[in-house]
């Protein structure tokens, strides 16, 4: 099993361009969620999805779209990069929420200038 | 609001000591706490569960406690070694989230 795995591992945006970041899991799991971690501030939930075709917003949505067709794909989409998007993204998944623990993938580093 | 609080950013402990832990919280009644260990560059590890009727868990040299009544939880390392050296996150379960507290990087001196 690869785990979750996440890409890209490094990404310098510019201010309003538009990216997605990837996020798989081989493990079956229906709970998947995407994390901002920035120093001092530790992880902040941004979204989740209990199965293929139901998301939820998490702590801090603005500026992040997620969608989930398929349960091993998690995908979180920027839609107008800014500053303070600038930060390490962490997608985890779990076969339940609080009940289990996370798996968490490497994390992909964005900068937005 | 909603608060989760870890003791002090950092912890140095000499090896073979015990290193305790930390995790306060307010506002929430979580059914579940979680604590994971994280090195510089990567993803969060899950160490242990423990359940809101469990006062204690262990699993190897690693020990959790979980007080409802005093919002707390202690996580604690036995005969500690420079390889656990890293930083260690507490987290708590409510309304399918899991929120996060900022996480105390503990060094463990030879």
């Known amino acids: 099993n690869a785990g979750v795995t996440q890409t890209p591992k490094f990404q310098v945006l510019k201010t309003g361009q538009s990216m997605t970041l990837q996020c798989a899991q081989d493990m079956n799991h229906e709970y998947m969620s995407w994390y901002r971690q920035d120093p001092g501030m530790g992880l902040r939930l941004i979204h989740y999805s209990v199965g293929a075709g139901i998301t939820d917003q998490g702590e801090v949505p603005n500026g992040y779209n997620v969608s989930r067709s398929t349960t091993e794909d998690f995908p979180l989409r920027l839609l107008s990069a800014a500053p303070s998007q600038t930060s390490v993204y962490f997608c985890?998944?779990?076969?339940?929420?609080?009940?289990?623990?996370?798996?968490f993938g490497p994390g992909t580093r964005l900068t937005v200038t | 609001s909603q608060k989760i609080e870890q003791n002090s950013e950092a912890l140095n402990i000499q090896e073979g000591k015990t290193a305790t832990l930390t995790c306060n919280y307010t506002?929430?009644?979580?059914?579940?706490l979680q604590w994971y260990r994280q090195d510089p560059g990567r993803g969060p590890v899950f160490l242990l569960l423990?359940?809101?009727?469990?006062k204690e868990k262990r699993k190897e040299r690693l020990k959790v406690t979980f007080d409802t009544t005093l919002k707390q939880s202690l996580f604690h390392i036995t005969a500690s070694q420079p390889a656990d050296s890293a930083t260690y996150l507490c987290?708590?379960?409510?309304?399918?989230?899991?929120?996060f507290g900022a996480g105390t990087t503990v060094t463990v001196r030879a």
């Open positions: 506002n929430y009644s979580p059914a579940y």
């Open positions: 985890a998944s779990s076969y339940e929420i609080g009940g289990a623990g996370q798996y």
């Open positions: 423990i359940r809101e009727n469990e």
């Open positions: 987290a708590l379960s409510s309304d399918y989230k899991l929120s």
